[in-house]
């Protein structure tokens, strides 16, 4: 059996969400740093995902929501700096498409989450080094884990929605072409 390690070219991709705000938009912010591979065998069914995103890189174009959601009431970065995937298990759900299974944990809370995975292609690139791209999504509940902090409004319904929508766009490169 042979297996290929990919490093996520973080530079090229992005892990993005949006959550509803009072009711009538959605919010949208991306972590910008984070770190990543995939160990795959030929075929992409018995790959295993690992990613590490800071939490306190949170952006969401506004300074002051951003150092809120860094506190106690939100992501409590001091306590839980990290947040961390653990895909391991990957099932073809058709051409090119598949579902990534595994352990989300946010906040020192562990769930299971699943992500749908499209490939969306492989290329040698300029310098001869290969190339592989994927989109994925997935929808959390928040309070799952435990980001519970929230408002009633005064017009009735509650300041943020409880799901979160997450798409990433991965590109990433064979590991070993990484220091040549």
Known sequence: ?????????????????????????????????????????????????????????????????????RSADFFDVERFPEITFTGNRIEPVG????RLIGDLNMHGVTRQVTLTVEETGRVKDPWGNDRIGFSAAATIDRKDFGLTFNQVLDAGGMALGDKVEIAIEIEAFKAAQAAA
């Open 95 to 98: 051409e090119d498409r598949y």
């Open 1 to 69: 059996m042979t297996f290929e390690t990919w490093q996520l070219d973080t530079t090229h991709s992005s892990i993005t969400f949006s959550i509803r705000h009072l009711v009538i938009s959605k919010v949208r912010g991306r972590f910008g740093k984070w770190t990543g591979s995939v160990r795959s065998e030929n075929d992409l069914a018995g790959s295993y995902v690992q990613a590490q995103i800071d939490a306190a890189s949170i952006d969401t174009n506004d300074p002051q929501r951003d150092t809120h959601l």
